[in-house]
C-alpha cells in the first residue's frame, strides 16, 4: 500500500458506543434554513434553475445584493419547540441543522464573522434554542458546516500564488476558530457534517483536514465526523489513495441509495434525501417530482435492510414555518413509525436473501426479522426463503399482531400469505426465528 501520513487512521468500522448509538438511529432530519429561505428560489421575481441554497451563485447575484438579505432575516414564526415536536412525531433518532452553509451566514454569533444572526434584526442565536428543545426531546443534534464560505474574502477555490496561500491559511485559522465555537457553545453537540470541500484549494489541505479532525475530536472524544471532511495528501477524499475510507461513516450517499450491499463495502454510511429532487433550501416552486411518506419509507426500509441510516431534509421558510407538504410528509412517516418503528430502530441486515416484495431488517435488540412490504404480488403470497439451520416459530402482522399463514413449498422456500386490500403504506411481518436444534427441543413432546 501507498504510505500516507494524512489517508485513513483506523481499518474498520469505530467500535466504540457513541458510533454503535449513531448506527442504531434509523432514521434522521436534515434541516437546511438560512438567508437563501428568503428568496426562496426566485430572484427579483423570477425563478432561478438549481438548488434554492445556490441561488447567490446560480444566479451570478452580486454578492453585495445578496448579503443585504441579511436586513430581511427576522423569522417571526421560528419555533424550535415546535420543530423538535414535530421531527419527534416523525420518529426521528437525529438532526442535523445548517449553521453556516456556502453563503457564510452564521445562524449562531460567530465572534470571528460579521454576517451572523446577530447582524439581522432577529439579534438572537437560532442554534442554541435548536440544540436544547431537540435534545429535550431525546434527539441528538449533528451540525452541518459548509468550509467553503463565499462571503469570506479569504476562501480560495485554488491555491495558485504565494498570496492566494497566505489568505487560505487564514481561511483555515477563521475554521478552526468557528468550529471550536460551535463545540464550545453547543456541547451537546454529537457530530458534525462537512460540506463544501470539493474544491482544490481544500484538497491540497489534506494535512490541515487530518489536524482539523483529530483537534475537533480531542475537543470532544466520540464526536462522529463522516468522509466528508478529509482530504488525504494527495487530494483524494472519502477514501484515500490506498482506498480506504477517511472519517466514521461513508458519506457519499448524498439523493442515492446503493443498489447493491456489495456497494457499501462493509462501511458505516447514511443516505441524505430531498423531497423534491434537488432542493435543500426553501424554494417556493417546487418543480418536478415531490417524493410520497410511501416512497420516503421506501427509501428508509431500503436503507436500513442495508445497514445505513436516512436522513430526511426539511427547508423552513424565511419567517421559519414550514411548507404544508413537509408538515403532512412528516406526520404520514410518523403515523408509520408509530406502528412500525422496531423495523427501523436499532436494525439493520438480515442473512435473509433479498426478495422482490421489499426488504428485510433485522432488529439487534429483538433479534426479530421484519418484512418490510412493498410490492405485494397479485396472489398475495410473499416468498420467504429462510437460511440454513433456521425455522420461523411465528409470523405477525405489526400492528395487528395478526398471525399470517405459513405455507411450505419445498426446500428454504416458504410462502406468508399477506392479508389482501389496498394499503397506503408498506405493510411489516415480524419473524421470530429460532434454530432448528432449538426447534427439535421444542417438538420433543414434554414427557
Ligand atoms: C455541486 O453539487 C452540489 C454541491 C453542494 C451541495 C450541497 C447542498 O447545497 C446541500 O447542502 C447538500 C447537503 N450539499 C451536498 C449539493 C450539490
Known amino acids: 500500500s501507498i504510505p500516507l501520513r494524512h489517508g485513513a487512521h483506523r481499518i474498520g468500522n469505530r467500535t466504540d458506543s457513541d458510533m454503535a448509538h449513531w448506527r442504531d438511529y434509523g432514521l ?42 441579511i436586513s430581511q432575516f427576522n423569522p417571526v414564526k421560528y419555533d424550535p419547540v415546535a420543530w423538535a415536536l414535530m421531527a419527534k412525531n416523525m420518529g426521528t433518532k437525529y438532526v ?3 449553521t453556516k452553509h456556502h ?27 435548536f440544540v436544547e428543545a431537540y435534545n429535550k426531546q431525546g434527539i441528538d443534534v449533528y451540525l452541518y458546516f459548509s468550509i467553503m464560505d463565499w462571503h469570506n474574502p479569504d476562501w480560495r477555490y485554488e491555491l495558485k500564488t504565494k498570496s ?6 487564514r481561511f483555515k485559522e477563521f475554521t478552526k476558530n468557528q468550529l471550536t465555537e460551535l463545540l464550545t457553545l453547543y456541547p451537546t453537540t454529537k457530530g458534525l457534517w462537512f460540506d463544501g470541500t470539493w474544491d482544490k484549494s481544500w484538497k491540497a489541505s489534506g494535512a490541515f483536514s487530518d489536524e482539523l479532525e483529530q483537534y475537533l475530536k480531542k475537543l470532544r472524544p466520540g464526536l462522529v465526523i463522516g468522509s466528508r471532511l478529509r482530504a488525504d495528501e494527495k487530494g483524494n477524499r472519502h477514501l484515500d489513495a490506498n482506498g480506504r475510507l477517511m472519517g466514521d461513516y461513508h458519506q457519499v450517499w448524498e439523493r442515492k441509495i446503493p443498489e447493491t450491499i456489495a456497494e457499501v463495502k462493509g462501511y458505516d454510511w447514511e443516505c441524505v434525501m430531498t423531497v423534491p429532487e434537488n432542493q435543500w433550501g426553501y424554494n417556493a416552486r417546487w418543480s418536478g417530482h415531490v417524493k410520497s411518506s410511501s416512497e420516503i419509507i421506501e427509501m428508509l426500509a431500503n436503507c436500513v435492510s442495508k445497514g445505513g441510516n436516512f436522513v430526511l431534509n426539511f427547508g423552513p421558510k424565511g419567517d421559519g414555518s414550514f411548507r404544508e407538504e413537509e408538515i403532512r410528509l412528516a406526520k404520514e412517516i410518523g403515523n408509520w413509525m408509530a406502528v412500525n418503528g422496531e423495523a427501523i430502530y436499532a436494525a439493520g441486515q438480515s442473512d435473509f436473501r433479498k ?15 421484519y418484512m418490510v412490504v412493498f410490492n405485494t404480488p397479485v396472489t398475495n ?8 439451520n433456521q425455522k420461523i416459530a411465528s409470523q405477525k402482522l405489526l400492528g395487528s399482531k395478526q398471525v399470517l399463514p405459513l405455507e411450505h413449498i419445498e426446500g428454504r422456500m416458504h410462502y406468508i400469505r399477506l392479508p389482501g386490500g389496498v394499503r397506503q403504506q408498506p405493510a411489516v411481518i415480524e419473524l421470530q426465528l429460532i434454530s432448528d436444534d432449538q426447534k427439535k427441543e421444542l417438538d420433543v413432546p414434554k414427557t
Not at 432530519?29 to 446560480?58: C, D, K, M
Not at 492566494?164 to 491559511?169: G, N, Q, R
Not at 403470497?381 to 440454513?388: E, G, H, Q, Y
Request: aromatic share 16%; glycine share 8%.
Open 28 to 69: 434522521g432530519q436534515f434541516i437546511h434554513w438560512g438567508l437563501y429561505a428568503i428568496p426562496g428560489g426566485f430572484w427579483h421575481g423570477q425563478p432561478v434553475n438549481g438548488a434554492a441554497e445556490w441561488i447567490r451563485s446560480s444566479k451570478k447575484v452580486d454578492p453585495k445584493e445578496y448579503d443585504a438579505l
Open 96 to 98: 442535523t441543522f445548517t
Open 103 to 129: 453563503d457564510g451566514f452564521c445562524l449562531w454569533p460567530s465572534k470571528y464573522s460579521d454576517f451572523t444572526i446577530m447582524q439581522s434584526p432577529w439579534k438572537k442565536d437560532i442554534i442554541k434554542p
Open 164 to 169: 492566494d496561500s497566505v489568505a487560505f491559511d
Open 355 to 369: 426478495e422482490d416484495w421489499g426488504y428485510y431488517t433485522k432488529s439487534k435488540t429483538s433479534g426479530k426479522t
Open 381 to 388: 403470497m410473499l416468498k420467504v426463503n429462510i437460511p440454513k
